[in-house]
């Protein structure tokens, strides 16, 4: 009778035990469903097939319009383009509002500073690997004015660097304000800029920029080193390729403001060997299409073709 009842027992325990393996295998099967239905999110049309690109003409634009013809899941996709400003403003507008959006992207920028962002992964590789930014000098500019050369050629610096004095800039601080406190702050990497270098009275010297948040900074700041030497210092912003060509002219005296070899892969083509390149004043510079990271996506192919 005992054996009987034992029999029972464990039969009964060992239907429990199929009946609990069976539940676990239909939750795994939810799970992977759900899963799998997250990692088929669709934003695209949520975007209406549209990346918010910045001015036309800049690199980045170029390798994102190169990037929809290479991608065929991009077909039928517009590359809108505006301004920086109006592209961190979209991208700030959607964030509050966690909504989706694609946009054109590069570091440095405030925005990684300031949100929360990531790059999709580009398995054809159109927008390159790490980029440098360099400074272009007019020809005779060593001769003409050495120690503005020497500074030039001297300036260095890094993407946090960059990034923090473009966050002042948009969080309301003019660009000299800001420009002016990032010197004040690092007095021993200015001084690597200037040193071997005599203070003047007065020289003038003009530097050109493209209106990105990027080299808005990098320009001011520059400028705030060489007017603590005595220069007496213009910045002029103008477009891409007038900035190339002012320098190749000789009517400025550079710029701290070259991507290369992707970004300003034309102009240097079309300008570069009618001025002097120093280098690169900061190293780890990139491009490509960025998105929110609460966007369940990792790479351009996730995104969809237009219906």
């Known amino acids: 009778m005992f054996k009987l009842k ?33 990692d088929s999110v669709d934003y695209s049309a949520e975007m209406e097939y549209t990346i918010t690109a910045i001015e036309p003409g800049a690199g980045v634009v170029a390798a994102t319009e190169t990037a929809v013809e290479e991608y065929e899941n991009l077909s039928g996709w517009e590359v809108a383009t505006s301004s920086s400003g109006a592209m961190a403003t979209a991208l700030g507008d959607a964030i509050d509002n966690e909504e989706p959006i694609v946009v054109t992207g590069w570091t440095p920028h405030w925005k990684f500073a300031k949100y929360d962002l990531k790059y999709l992964e580009d398995p054809k590789g159109v927008f390159g690997e790490a980029e440098t930014i360099n400074t272009f000098v007019k020809e005779g500019l060593e001769e003409e004015k050495p120690n503005a050369y ?12 960059m990034e923090a004095v473009m966050l002042d800039i ?24 200037i040193e071997g270098t005599e203070k003047v009275d007065g020289t003038k010297i003009e530097l050109v920029y493209v209106l990105w948040d990027s080299e808005i900074a990098s320009t001011n700041v520059v400028a705030r080193v060489l007017e603590a030497q005595g220069f007496d210092v213009t910045i002029t912003s103008v477009e ?6 002012a320098v190749a002219t000789g ?3 550079g710029m701290v403001a070259a991507w290369l070899p992707a970004t300003h892969e034309a102009q ?12 690169p004043n900061l190293e780890g510079a990139k491009i490509g299409l960025v998105v929110p990271a609460y966007m369940d996506i990792d790479s351009i192919e996730d995104l969809k073709p237009a219906e």
């Open 150 to 161: 020497k500074i030039l050629d001297q300036f260095n610096w890094t993407t946090a660097d």
């Open 6 to 38: 034992h029999l029972g027992l464990t039969a009964f325990v060992l239907m429990l035990m199929v009946l609990a393996a069976c539940g676990s295998e239909e939750g795994s099967e939810d799970a992977n469903t759900n899963e799998n239905e997250g």
């Open 240 to 245: 891409n390729s007038a900035m190339w060509q």
């Open 268 to 279: 240097l083509a079309e300008f570069g060997d009618q001025m002097v390149d120093l280098g």
């Open 251 to 253: 009517d400025v005296d």
């Open 170 to 193: 948009s969080n309301g601080m003019s660009e000299e304000e800001a420009s002016q406190k990032w010197v004040d702050e690092n007095q021993e990497k200015v001084a690597e800029w």
